[in-house]
């Protein structure tokens, strides 16, 4: 029964594939590449489990059992100190408890997952169905993105920029903020590699905001400037409020220079960002059709979890269309088996 759904996923995998290779901002095929990877390690799993329990060996009877168990636990024992670790450094906001939230939700749906001889009418059964559905769905869909966002940065990056947009975030009393400066080191590393004379040019991008003394771009331009960058070697962009103005005013101004300097063809362009938020500001260059690559910088483990759940949600709500048909779909599947 399995084996035509291992085949189909395989080839699935192919197709998305190639489509990434084409394009790795491709975040609906990358990330059904990494869902169909996902579905047939599952696959595969179950297969190895009905033969090992038709064959009756005790020692991994108890592994094979005991394996999904020990995993959904110790994932829901981290979440739920990391939520511990962020509340005590960032304090006890909302988006601070959504490890936490994540961790318990898993544990109701591994829960409910052996309750379905219990549940009785039908009208009852469609709920316990698709609830199930919607969450499990959603939740491989999470670690699909999660894969597809570390199999991004894993990809090599152009190795001739003519520009890195370095996106900004909050800064404090003027300076850069370890998060933004990791984001504008990571820039320097590769503006560094480069030859002298074929250097890229920084773009520091990033407004002003209601509780911020200067601009983001005004203070990555200071910092930048005390690491020994040239003041010619950095354009300021300091008028965006949000990632999708980032790229849109940081292009105008890469257009003009460019212009200025004479150069034909189409420059390169990279932009250099947190690594939670690389995927979903790629998204945004493509959306204004920037062909610009994303470069991660290190953030603090104990941030993440939060910071990839947030941006997955902002995702989910970048393609609201999809996510509606999908829970159209999942609604339909629930009716066909519970009716």
């Avoid at 690491?227 to 300021?236: T, Y």
């Avoid at 004479?262 to 790629?282: C, D, E, K």
Wanted: charged fraction near 15%.
């Amino acid at each position: 029964m399995l084996t035509p759904l291992i085949y189909l996923l395989l080839a699935l995998v192919v197709v998305a594939v190639v489509a990434v290779a084409i394009d790795k901002r491709n975040f609906i095929f990358g990330s059904l590449l990494i869902f169909s990877l996902l579905l047939t390690v599952m696959a595969l799993y179950l297969k190895l489990a009905g033969y090992v329990l038709d064959k009756q060996i005790p020692v991994m009877n108890i592994l094979v059992i005991l394996l999904p168990i020990a995993v959904i636990a110790f994932a829901i024992f981290w979440l739920a100190r990391n939520t511990n670790i962020i509340s005590h450094k960032e304090g006890k906001s909302f988006t601070a408890k959504l490890a936490l939230f994540l961790a318990v939700t898993m544990g109701i749906d591994f829960y409910l997952l052996f309750l379905i001889g219990e549940v009785h009418g039908r009208l009852l059964f469609f709920c316990y169905t698709l609830g199930l559905l919607v969450y499990n769905t959603f939740f491989l869909l999470f670690l699909s993105y999660l894969g597809y966002s570390l199999l991004y940065q894993v990809l090599p990056a152009t190795k001739k920029a003519d520009y890195i947009i370095v996106l900004g975030s909050y800064i404090h009393n003027g300076r850069v903020t370890p998060l933004l400066q990791s984001r504008v080191d990571r820039a320097l590393a590769y503006y560094r590699q480069a030859e002298k004379g074929k250097r890229p040019k920084f773009v520091v991008s990033g407004g002003k905001g209601s509780d911020e003394s200067t601009s983001e771009a005004d203070a990555m331009r200071k910092y930048l400037l005390e690491v020994g960058v040239p003041a010619e070697d950095i354009i300021l962009e300091d008028q965006s409020r949000n990632t999708f103005e980032n790229f849109m005013f940081s292009k105008e101004k890469i257009l003009t220079d460019w212009e200025k300097s004479g150069r034909t063809g189409q420059p390169q362009i990279l932009f250099s960002t947190s690594n939670y938020h690389v995927m979903r500001a790629s998204l945004y260059s493509k959306r204004i059709g920037f062909s610009a690559q994303g470069i991660g910088a290190p953030t603090s483990l104990y941030f993440l979890p939060t910071a990839l759940i947030r941006e997955y949600v902002g995702i989910l709500s970048y393609y609201r269309l999809i996510t509606f048909l999908l829970l159209v779909v999942e609604a339909f599947l629930a009716y066909l088996i519970a009716f």
